[in-house]
């Protein structure tokens, strides 16, 4: 079985594919293929059969996939792990007759560490953001970017280290892993880490059906117990270890590390500024007829009940 891997994460799922192979006893085994296109390409390059299975960031398919961004809003105080089984167990019971997977098999729904601010130049009050150009991913980001008055700049993650060299963009939002993964450490010189993130983001790993049913029915049943809630959490479990490694990288390359605390006045200040930004989903929402506040609500208590259960 062939799945892409559009994204910098190189390996990132290939524990999963080891425990499918060894699963099946090396009936289905899993190959990574990187390079194929656009991240935003990847659920037609599924559908169409092109590849077997792949993930993406919801951000990159505007107006495709907007029920997931519940988990996107800031204020949600969890980590990547929480994120993601609250993410996975709100979808199943509120969003489960959406169509928006409509001719994939999902497999997993998660998000990335908490959005943080790379930038070149000192962040010491909501103002400084103003007409920067600031990378953005898309999603939350877009309505937060707004919220700023920062000039945002919609590219794939692995195009920012070459942006931020060449000086086209100021900054980005992104998680505290890409000063490693990305090498972000080489070309910002600023690291402003917000206690529970500005935003996170959502993703979903899919596969074609028609590959999933050419399987045995033993296989499904292995790749249906080892994906859904299971594979959602393991994916958030490695964005939360390598955002570390990230915040390490800065720190060993000479970027200066801003660690907020939640009592700081540039923390309230951002508060302040993003009132609001949730209204956008939730109204949105509540226009193709689920009660987004409610789940909203939902999802963050989910989050948080994991998060107090799990000790984090």
Known sequence: ?????????????????????DATGGRINVE???????????????????????????????????????????????N???????????YEKFFSDSHEFDGLKLLALFTHGPGQIHSNFPVTSVDELKDKKIRI????????????????????????????QQGVIDGAFLPTVEQK???????????????????MGSFSMFMNPDTFSSFSQADQDIINKMSGEKLSVMAGMAWDASDASGIDAATNSGVKVTMLSDNSDLVAQ??????????VWVKEADENGYKGKEILTYLRDTAHQYAAKHGE
Do not use: C
Not at 1 to 21: C, D, F, L, V, W
Not at 68 to 78: M, R, T
Not at 181 to 199: A, C, H, N
């Open 32 to 78: 990574i293929v990187y390079g194929l296109g656009h991240p935003k390409s990847m659920w037609n390059l599924v559908e169409d059969g092109i590849v077997d299975a792949s993930y993406s960031y919801h951000g990159y398919a505007p107006g495709r996939f907007e029920l997931p961004q519940v988990v996107e809003q800031p204020g949600l105080g969890a």
């Open 270 to 279: 951002f508060n302040e500024r993003l009132k609001g930004v949730s209204d």
């Open 1 to 21: 079985m062939a799945t892409t891997n559009q994204s910098h994460e190189r390996g990132y799922y290939s524990s999963p594919g080891k425990a499918i192979s």
């Open 80 to 90: 990547a792990e929480a994120a993601s089984y609250a993410l996975w167990t709100t």
């Open 137 to 164: 991913g898309g999603g939350v980001q877009s309505v937060i970017a707004e919220k700023l008055h920062v000039t945002a700049v919609v590219i794939p993650a692995p195009k920012v280290y070459e942006m931020m």
């Open 181 to 199: 993964v990305l090498r972000l450490s080489e070309v910002t010189k600023y690291l402003t880490i917000f206690p529970d993130g500005l935003y």
